[in-house]
């Protein structure tokens, strides 16, 4: 089983900060990783797919970056509305996987 | 548009069994995998199992083989998920989710609203 281990855990951040959210692979899996933000008492939302792929409806302010074992979710000038849990995904092989999540508070 | 609405949230008592629907609309059903994915109280996601609607053909997480039965009705383009012996652990929400390629594993999009299911004596 591939295992994403993500950190930080959990980040305060002032508005207009910059936030970067690492998830590491515990083995190679190329390109096989997405991101998905979840907002409280919501369904996940597809940010990122295969690790850098912008989304249609996202803002530009979210991009990813990485490939093989680490990965990078960045968020440029975070917004209040970007206050959220983010978790990585590898479909690489099964069975598929999630990071253990990164909650993104707003100071 | 692309919709999946999950059946009402479901109290059940130890050892029950709990069955959850996800209807599917504004897609071909039989396209794409269908995969369940739980999420425990304050936690994060952890995928169950998939099923490939157009032939049946199930993947089960090894947590689960053994208690989980996905299944998917092409009569009503809805996909169940069945979980027996259920336990206090087994509290949490549970979601359905959309494969993304035809006959391929990549990111889920979109997802369902979520059922939460409680287990309590």
């Known amino acids: 089983e591939i295992v994403l281990t993500q950190s930080p855990d959990f980040q305060s951040v002032t508005p207009k900060e910059k936030v970067t959210i690492t998830c590491r692979a515990s083995?190679?899996?190329?390109?096989?990783l997405h991101w998905y933000q979840q907002k409280p008492d919501q369904s996940p939302k597809l940010l990122i797919k295969?690790?850098?792929q912008s989304i249609s409806g996202v803002p530009s302010r979210f991009s990813g970056s990485g490939s093989g074992t680490d990965f990078t979710l960045t968020i440029n000038s975070l917004e209040a509305e970007d206050a959220a849990t983010y978790y990585c995904h590898q479909s690489s092989s099964l069975p598929l996987t999630f990071g253990g999540g990164t909650k993104v508070e707003i100071k | 548009e692309v919709q999946l609405v999950q059946s009402g949230a479901e109290v059940k008592k130890p050892g029950a069994t709990v069955k959850i629907s996800c209807k599917v609309s504004g897609y071909t059903f039989t396209d794409y995998y269908m995969h369940w994915v739980q999420q425990a109280p304050g936690k994060g996601l952890e995928w169950m199992g998939l099923?490939?609607?157009?032939?049946?053909?199930?993947i089960y997480a090894e947590k689960f083989q053994g208690r989980v039965t996905i299944t998917a009705d092409t009569s009503t383009d809805t996909a169940y998920m069945e979980l027996s012996s259920l336990r206090s652990e087994d509290t949490a929400v549970y979601y359905c989710a959309t494969d993304s390629i035809n006959g391929a594993y990549n990111w889920f999009d979109p997802w369902g609203q979520g059922t939460l299911v409680t287990v309590s004596s």
């Open positions: 083995q190679s899996i190329g390109s096989s």
């Open positions: 099923v490939d609607p157009e032939d049946g053909e199930t």
């Open positions: 295969y690790a850098s």
